[in-house]
Each structure stands twice: as structure tokens, then as C-alpha cells.
């Protein structure tokens, strides 16, 4: 059914994962008038915001994240007491890998200068404060922190387009967009128009398209974005018997990571009970519109680490469920939020490149991006020089890091 309503908006929003439903929100709760447009279904598993699990976490090499990571956490909060229900489960984090990696002692740099409690343990002090449930290498270290927790990506998502549409908002899902163009007739703006040939006219437009994001800025400004599709698998393994509570979140059990090769992460038992979930944190270029779905990831390094850290613990056979999902990365992996420029200077403002470790910050980045739309620019003390889009102008590498790359390319058959 064609939508018969009013075709003039302050903004419309292109995509409607995490980001884009997140800004709507902030939107239409500062009382612009709104529309979120989504390609597919609302809550489809073609992208990069759905599933059962991502995690939070302040503990970041770069330490320009501290700030969204800080502000999201309490936009979490705020944000499920308007709905009244929970997505965000707390839990420690604990990240891991050899003394000297260069990645996991910048985490221990970003807490300190931060000033975020911390504590960090040789292999003999984790084994003994994880009760045996973890273990490391003798020359390894690892880093607690109390700010961890387990989101629920769909019902999050969910979560923001409900309060979306509660505070005024229209919702339009199954609404590919063809082109945005500038609206040279009327008092300025850009057209937004559909495949099915609907046109809609904001005063202000952004583009959160996600895996999709480079082919739609191509059509519309004639430039590459730098962002590349990746599809990624999942893996949930079986916690062996007897062992289940041992790592269930109610026990206290964290979200981790793990530097070094291969870069590995997980979330304690949740979503399925008596499975844990561990992944590498890599994948393979795809196009999104011809996605290979599958065959999955190389798994004998995987097993191995899930053998030596958890104490035999969980069952290393194979993964006994697998989830595919899309990443869309940066060269750097930094995102990008940024007005296109060009002809369409502020009117149009970007957001891409956030999969891999994003969608915990969904709540500050969808602020970040109302303001940059109906501001010109965005307050909360976040250094956005970090995620200009002109950075890679300079540099095709992007924002320059003293440590290695963490996602692995190719890691997947």
C-alpha cells in the first residue's frame, strides 16, 4: 500500500538498522518531523543489525571512543526506561593476548587515561579470579573492567523504532531508494526517490544504508565511499555438562576479547542456554546483493583457543549453531559520520562503516547524527575529526594506528 500522507519531512532517513532507526529516534523526540525509509522488512537478517548478541565495551585501542562509549551506556538506560523493557544486559569485559601487543596495551592506556577501574592480572591471577573458567598463556595478560554487557541487537532495533514512532515518526519499510538529488524548485533540501517511483523532499537527508551505503553514495555524488561489504559467521559452541552455569552471564561470566592472531570474541551464555558464543573477528569481501551465504569459517585455530582458554570445558567439535551477518569496514576501522559536501554541502550527512564494533555506540552516533542534520554540527565532546569522511583523501589507509589491523580478511573459505 502506498503511503497517502504528507511527502515533506525536516529529515528522512535512508536505512534503518541500528543507526538509522537510533537517529530517528533522537529526531522525533526533539520534535522534527521524520521518515525512516528501510529497503527490505524492518528486523530482516540481510544486514548488520540483527542476531542475538553484541557486546559493550569502553576497552578500546583507540581511546576517541571512550566518550560515545560512556555516553551510550547511559542513552541505554534511558532509552529502555521509555520503552520498559531491558536490551542491555551488564557484565564484566575482560580482554586478553600476549604482554606485548600493541592493541591490548593501548586498552590498558585508554583506562588510564580515562581514569576507567581496571585491573590488570598475569595468567595465574586470571585463572584464579575466573575460577579456572578461563585460562592464559604464561605470557599473557589479561584486563577486567566492571563497563561490559551483552545487547540484544533486533530488540534494540526494535526498541528504537517504536519509541520513534511513539514520539511522531513515519516508518516505511520495503522502500529501496533509487536517488537523492537536490531540490533545486522549492526552498532547498534534497528529493529522495524510490524505486517504485515516490518521491519525498527533506529539508535535511541521512544516509545510514549500512553494507549498502558505498553503492548508494556512488549513485548519488559519483564517489567511492570506503567501505567494504564483508559477510561474517557467528559460532555458538556447547558448554559440556556439567559445566553450563559456569558460563551463563548470571555467574558473572564477561563478554571478551582476545588480540593477537586470531582476534577472537564471545559473550557469555544468554540467548541459548548451554551454548557460549566465540568468533573470529573477520570475514570475506561480498557483494551484499550477491551474498555467498556461507560456507563458513575456518575453524581449526578457533577450536584450539576455545580448547586452552576455557579448561576443556566447552565441547570444541564444531560449533553447534552459526549465524551469517554483514560488516561494512573502513580501511582504518573507524567509522565514518560526515555531511557528503559537494553540491549537497550539510543537507546530506553520512553514517557508515560501524560493523565490527559499532552497534554498542548506536545511541550516541544516532545523536551525533540528528544534530549534524538539523544542527550543522554535533556537540557531547566527541572528536569527530576521527571519522571525517575526507581523512582517506590524505591517507587511503585512513586514521594512523600504532597496532595492527584487528579484523582478519580471508578468514572465512
Same mark, same amino acid.
Given at each position: 500500500?502506498?503511503? #497517502? ?16 532507526? #537510533? ?15 528501510? !529497503? ?7 544486514? #548488520? ?20 562509549? #560512556? ?6 538506560? !534511558? ?31 585508554? +583506562? ?35 563497563? @561490559? @554487557? ?49 518521491? %519525498?523532499?527533506?529539508? &535535511? ?29 557467528? +559460532? ?19 563478554? %571478551? ?28 569481501? +561480498?557483494?551484499?546483493?550477491? =551474498? ?16 586452552? =582458554? ?12 552459526? !549465524?551469517? +551477518? ?26 557508515? *562503516?560501524?560493523? @565490527? ?9 544516532? =545523536? ?16 569527530? &575529526? ?19 589491523? !584487528?579484523?582478519?580478511? *580471508?578468514?572465512?573459505?
Amino acid at each position: 500500500m502506498e503511503y #497517502s500522507g504528507d511527502h515533506r519531512f525536516d529529515v528522512i532517513i535512508v536505512g534503518a538498522g541500528v543507526m538509522g532507526s #537510533s537517529a530517528a529516534y533522537q529526531l522525533a523526540k526533539r520534535g522534527h518531523k521524520t521518515l525512516l525509509l528501510e !529497503q527490505f522488512d524492518f528486523l530482516h537478517h540481510r544486514g #548488520s543489525s540483527h542476531g542475538e548478541s553484541r557486546t559493550i565495551r569502553a576497552t578500546y585501542p583507540e581511546d576517541y571512543y571512550y566518550t560515545m562509549v #560512556s555516553e551510550s551506556a547511559q542513552l541505554w538506560a !534511558q532509552a529502555q526506561s521509555e520503552i520498559g523493557y531491558k536490551v542491555h544486559f551488564p557484565t564484566q569485559q575482560f580482554d586478553m593476548g600476549p604482554k606485548d601487543q600493541r592493541s591490548l596495551l593501548s586498552v590498558v592506556a585508554t +583506562c588510564r587515561k580515562h581514569g576507567l577501574a581496571h585491573r590488570v592480572m598475569d595468567s595465574k591471577t586470571v585463572s584464579e579470579y575466573f575460577s579456572g573458567r578461563i585460562n592464559i598463556p604464561e605470557n599473557w595478560i589479561g584486563v577486567s573492567t566492571d563497563l @561490559g @554487557g551483552v545487547i540484544k541487537p533486533t530488540k534494540a532495533v526494535s526498541m528504537f523504532q517504536t519509541l520513534a514512532l511513539k514520539n511522531g515518526a513515519v516508518l516505511r519499510d520495503n522502500t529501496k531508494v533509487a536517488n537523492i538529488k537536490k531540490d533545486g524548485e522549492n526552498e532547498g533540501g534534497v528529493i529522495v526517490s524510490t524505486v517504485k517511483g515516490e518521491k %519525498f523532499h527533506g529539508k &535535511k537527508c541521512i544516509v545510514t544504508a549500512g553494507a549498502w551505503i558505498g553503492k548508494l553514495v556512488k549513485t548519488v555524488a559519483g564517489i567511492e565511499f570506503p567501505v567494504e561489504p564483508l559477510e561474517t559467521t557467528v +559460532c555458538y559452541w556447547r558448554i559440556k555438562e556439567g559445566h553450563e552455569d559456569k558460563f551463563a552471564i548470571d555467574s558473572e561470566f564477561p563478554t %571478551f576479547a582476545s588480540y593477537g592472531t586470531p582476534y577472537v570474541y564471545g559473550t557469555p551464555s544468554l540467548e541459548y542456554p548451554g551454548l557460549i558464543k566465540v568468533a573470529v573477528h573477520g570475514g570475506y569481501l +561480498c557483494d551484499p546483493d550477491k =551474498r555467498p551465504w556461507g560456507p563458513g569459517v575456518k575453524l581449526e585455530e578457533l577450536k584450539e583457543w576455545i580448547k586452552e =582458554r576455557f579448561g576443556g570445558m566447552v565441547d570444541t567439535e564444531g560449533p553447534v549453531a552459526t !549465524q551469517l +551477518c554483514m560488516y561494512s569496514m573502513t580501511p582504518d576501522e573507524d567509522f565514518v559520520i560526515d555531511f557528503l559536501g559537494g553540491e549537497f554541502g550539510k543537507d546530506v550527512v553520512v553514517g557508515g *562503516g560501524f560493523s @565490527g564494533h559499532g552497534f554498542k555506540m548506536a545511541p550516541a552516533v544516532g =545523536r551525533i547524527l540528528a544534530e549534524l542534520a538539523t544542527e550543522g554540527e554535533a556537540g557531547g565532546g566527541v572528536e569527530m &575529526k576521527q571519522f571525517s569522511l575526507r581523512r582517506f583523501e590524505e591517507n587511503p589507509k585512513g586514521n594512523a594506528k600504532e597496532y595492527p589491523d !584487528q579484523v582478519i580478511l *580471508g578468514s572465512c573459505l
